[in-house]
């Protein structure tokens, strides 16, 4: 019980911060949105997300692994469809600069948005887990 409710308090962090870095990521401000949000990721984690990489195996033994993001963005999307309140959508990054370092002005569809929403949720809940043990 223990360990399930650490998974849950990290997704709950791990999402938290993604609507917070990624402008196209949002729950409305509502904590009970982030807290379900938390929970359908935890169940999405322990019991769809074995199956979806089960059916992955074939695309995964073939490109060594390189597709296996292809799972946590599914197990994302599987999460918005539960939680509609949670919404990710296409934006334009307006761009950087500094000193001399540029990044130009770019339009993340859905999809890249889905991408790095679920590889900075993926990264910090492993980190966050890496750090618990």
């Known amino acids: 019980m223990k360990k399930y409710l650490r998974l849950f308090l990290f997704n709950l ?3 938290w ?14 904590y009970l949105i982030l807290i379900k949000s938390a929970v359908f990721l935890t169940l999405v984690n322990l019991l769809v997300k074995p199956l979806i990489n089960l059916l992955l195996l074939p695309i995964n033994l ?6 296996r993001w292809l799972a946590n963005v599914i197990a994302l999307f599987l999460v918005t469809m539960a ?6 959508s ?4 307006s761009g950087f600069t500094y000193q001399g370092f540029i990044i130009p002005t770019l339009h993340l569809s859905t999809f890249w948005v889905f991408f790095s929403a679920s590889f900075i949720i993926s990264l910090t809940c492993s980190f966050l887990l890496w750090i618990s043990n």
């Open 83 to 88: 939680v509609p309140q949670l919404k990710i």
């Open 90 to 93: 296409a934006f334009t990054f």
């Open 17 to 30: 911060l993604v609507a917070n870095i990624v402008t196209g990521v949002s729950y409305g401000g509502d």
């Open 13 to 15: 962090v791990s999402i």
């Open 62 to 67: 073939i490109t060594l692994g390189t597709f």
